[in-house]
């Protein structure tokens, strides 16, 4: 159980291992192109041999737990972590469960001796740019049409 001091109470943060689980979660909760870029069996596979970590925030005042927040990593050489996929639920957005599902990647890097966590981010995405930001991200770079619509990314970086 991880606190929470932004009007939720307590969240509950939990592995997943179903790759079904954290893609219909990341599609209700607003990535509605998530297949364009990933299939199922693709992360089920990642999921099973650890090269992708996943996990599933809660708010915990609400029956079994309400799943409000889903985020994965992808577990690279050297010590190198890159956010796969972030999704909060529109109901919870701005109130602390993005910045808490982070903490908790950068809590799990470096109990497992993890170097960095990186993210590419449309440049667009403001929220995300200054949820990034607020969390100890630093702009590492862009990279002109990196994404399938030909929009730019931003690649922030977290050292750990």
């Known amino acids: 159980m991880v606190e929470d001091i932004k009007k939720i109470g307590t969240l509950r943060i939990d592995m997943t291992q179903s790759a079904a689980t954290l893609l219909d979660l990341a599609h209700s909760m607003g990535l509605y192109d998530i297949q364009k870029w990933v299939s199922e069996e693709d992360v089920q596979q990642f999921l099973d041999t650890k090269k992708w ?3 599933i925030a809660s708010d915990s ?4 737990g309400m799943p409000c927040g889903v985020v994965s990593i992808g ?21 602390g469960v993005a910045t808490t599902l982070i903490n908790c ?3 799990w890097g470096q109990t497992n001796k993890q170097r960095a966590l990186f993210v590419d981010v449309d440049d667009d995405n403001y929220p995300a740019v200054n949820l990034y930001k607020s969390t100890g991200f630093r702009q590492a770079g862009k990279i002109d049409e990196y ?7 931003m ?4 050292k750990l």
């Open 53 to 55: 970590i996943a996990f």
């Open 61 to 64: 005042e609400i029956g079994d």
């Open 75 to 95: 577990i690279e050489e050297e010590g190198r972590l890159w956010i796969e996929l972030i999704a909060v639920d529109e109901t919870y957005r701005r109130r």
């Open 105 to 107: 990647l950068i809590k």
């Open 147 to 153: 994404y399938y619509d030909s929009s730019t990314a």
């Open 155 to 158: 690649v922030f970086v977290k």
